[in-house]
């Protein structure tokens, strides 16, 4: 186990495996329940936006998708990035 994953696992009252396959909000929430257990807090309040959005005049229910994609960039060092002439 890494150190920061067994750190993690300290404070956040899940196991290693748990904790890799999580993400950051739910590992937030369940930091602040666990905060809010030691604290005897029954439930801590979650913030709810009230407020009705739209777009193209339709309704919606959240402002999230699913099926996104991300491009990366290439990392490393290119022969176009340094001003040199290269004999190839």
Do not use: W
């Amino acid at each position: 186990i890494h150190p920061f994953i067994f750190s993690l696992c300290t404070i956040i009252p899940l196991n290693p495996d748990d904790v890799l396959r999580k993400g950051s909000g739910t590992l937030c929430e369940a930091l602040l329940m666990s905060e809010a257990r030691d604290k005897k807090i029954v439930c801590p309040n979650k913030f709810v936006d009230q407020s009705l959005k739209a777009n193209d005049g339709h309704l919606l229910e959240t402002e999230t998708y699913i099926g996104g994609h991300v491009e990366a960039l290439q990392s490393g060092i290119f022969r176009s990035d340094i001003p040199m002439q290269f004999a190839v």
